[in-house]
């Protein structure tokens, strides 16, 4: 019973330590905030996906050196790294609804794309995410 113990006190301080470094890794990620065209509310208005948006709005909203928002169902957040045109969002944590099956592969296409993305630009109001110059997200300023 002892031996059980102490090996799971073990686990347990082992699992603690790699957290602390994982958040300290994805800190570090995150130095210093987002160009000031980029900070602020969005609002998704297209994607590269075939799929159809959601009805459900997709948000992302931009301050310091963070993402959050809310993707049609669940709300997330997470580091960004950024410059002039770089654009680089790291591991996303999410809530965990029950959402419509429909709604869950909106989401997942949307986190996959917005995690992927490389570079930005702003143009007639619209913010663009693209990976490797292919333009995959488009966001306009929220109200």
């Not at 799971?8 to 699992?15: D, F, H, R, T, Y």
């Not at 609002?43 to 799929?51: G, I, K, N, P, Y």
């Not at 693209?130 to 997200?137: F, R």
Request: hydrophobic share 40%.
């Amino acid at each position: 019973m002892k031996k059980t113990m102490k090996l799971i006190g073990a686990a347990l301080i082992a699992v603690a330590a790699f957290s602390l470094a994982a958040c300290s890794t994805t800190m570090a990620e995150s130095d210093g905030p987002a160009p000031a065209a980029l900070q602020g509310s969005w609002t998704l208005v297209s994607w590269s996906d075939s799929a159809p948006l959601p009805d459900q709005p997709i948000t992302l909203q931009i301050e310091d050196a963070r993402v959050s928002g809310n993707s049609a169902c669940n709300n997330y957040s997470g580091p960004l790294t950024s410059d002039d045109s770089a654009f680089h969002v790291g591991l996303l944590a999410t809530t965990m609804m029950l959402c419509a099956d429909d709604v869950n592969t909106a989401e997942t296409t949307y986190q996959g794309l917005l995690t992927g993305a490389n570079s930005w630009k702003i143009s007639d109001g619209l913010l663009s995410l693209s990976k490797d110059g292919i333009e995959q997200l488009q966001f306009q300023a929220a109200n």
